[in-house]
């Protein structure tokens, strides 16, 4: 290449020999980032097989849900909606609240009393409007439901198709790298990831490929599901992996998990955030406990996972806890449930 003549870009740009290129060009780009896929050695180790990481917990906002999250966004901005509402005061909220940052709109995310002021204040850091209301979940989800209107778009946490599309993406980035895997280790909340993966393994042609789907006591409700061949609703959320606490799963995630390879396992809340230590002195970074759950299996691939010789992790993320956070657990929790 010869650099004595440098190509302006501005004359590119503005070739008059091509006066389409004088109009304004909207290129997409999606919100979410093509994460690390990682060899863990230390987990590898641990597992006694090799143990792919895919490190979405590095995603803008913290967890994969900008994948889904910013998707569904981007194509509800595209067909004129001017808000975006939402009700979950965790990592789904947080990611509406970076993705209407990126796109310029705004966004209102509506809580009950029981969110973390530590939760309130990232969602407030992305520009968004929080609204504290109910004493649950449900008393704040309905206040955000009245408030909805022709201009808005609701973004649901876990069910819907436009973020299992999303989502898919974690798996087409990971079969564009090459990676060679036989089973899929991820976490289970309502279940939108699990159909998001199970969608990209799908269009990618390993539809027959393993999902290991990890919950944890408390907040079980696909394995409670599964046992009882019908959705359950579970009467309360008592484990402290909050990211993970949906009563109940979505019917898409449920049906998925009787209708391809899905394995559930369920580890309790101690085990989950000993899998976060060990992970952040492993690999110098901070997750959830609900993603330590994930962590669980894959540290203890020889008792969980046999038959399965290469495993890939989705290190999900989770930006509502910190070592201190984590420490803190680890030294309250009880050892036996
Ligand atoms: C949302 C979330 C989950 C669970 O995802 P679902 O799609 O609800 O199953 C797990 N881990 C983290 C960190 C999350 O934010």
Redesign the pocket.
Known sequence: MSVDKPVSIASIVLDPLCPSSLKRRKVSMPLHINTPLLESRALSLAAERPVLLKMDALQPAG???IRGVGAACEHHVARGKRRFISSSG???GLAVAYAGRKLSVPVTVYVPETTTEQAKALIRLEGAEVVVHGASWQEANELALQAMGEDAAFIH??DDPL?WQG?ATVIDEVVQAGAVFDAVIL??????????VAEGLARNGLGDVPIIAVETHGAASLSAALDAGELVQLPAITSIAT??G?RK?SDH?FRISQNRPVESVVVDDRAAVGASLRFADDHRVV??P??GAALTVAYSAPIYGPGYERLLVIV???ATTSIDKLKDLAATLPHHR
């Open positions: 967890s994969f849900k965790g990592n789904a946490p876990f973020l989502h976490s289970v909340g309502g279940g939108g990831l699990l159909c998001g990211s993970l949906a799963v995630a997750v959830e609900a993603c999900c993320g989770g």
